[in-house]
């Protein structure tokens, strides 16, 4: 089960307000999922230690748009190291194949040569 909770700003934290399920206050962010779990357990609802809990923070003016631009950036960065990872390591490999040392290997990939032995062991 996934509970759907939309958190809201107020004077004293926020507003947790969970869908289908009522509504409990929390001081931080960082503590909401776990205030919503304890809320939850404390309905009897039996897969409150195991289901998905989604915190939505409910954002003034351009701050949601913001948010998920920021968010968005950081997964094709993440994405874009990964590939860069992938594609460092294979060359690696194919200049190891070529006959290259791997003090040369690192002149050429610009690394160190430490790092072309944790190239060469993946």
């Known amino acids: 089960m996934t509970y ?3 958190a809201r700003r107020w004077p004293l934290g926020w507003e947790l307000h ?11 962010l960082a503590a909401a999922e776990k205030t919503v779990r304890s809320y939850l357990a404390m ?3 039996a897969d409150a230690d195991t289901a998905e809990v989604v915190i939505t923070p409910e954002l003034d003016g351009n701050l949601a748009s913001e948010a998920e631009a920021a968010r968005e950036a950081t997964r ?7 590939d860069a990872a992938a594609q460092t390591r294979k060359v690696a490999h194919d200049l190891k194949a070529a006959g290259m040392s ?7 990939l610009g690394v160190s040569p430490q790092r072309v032995s944790q190239l060469m062991k993946s």
């Open 102 to 108: 791997g003090a040369d290997v690192a002149v050429v």
């Open 76 to 82: 094709r960065a993440e994405r874009a190291r990964d």
């Open 18 to 28: 969970i869908e289908g399920v009522g509504v409990t206050q929390s001081h931080t």
């Open 43 to 45: 309905e009897d609802i």
């Open 4 to 6: 759907q909770v939309l």
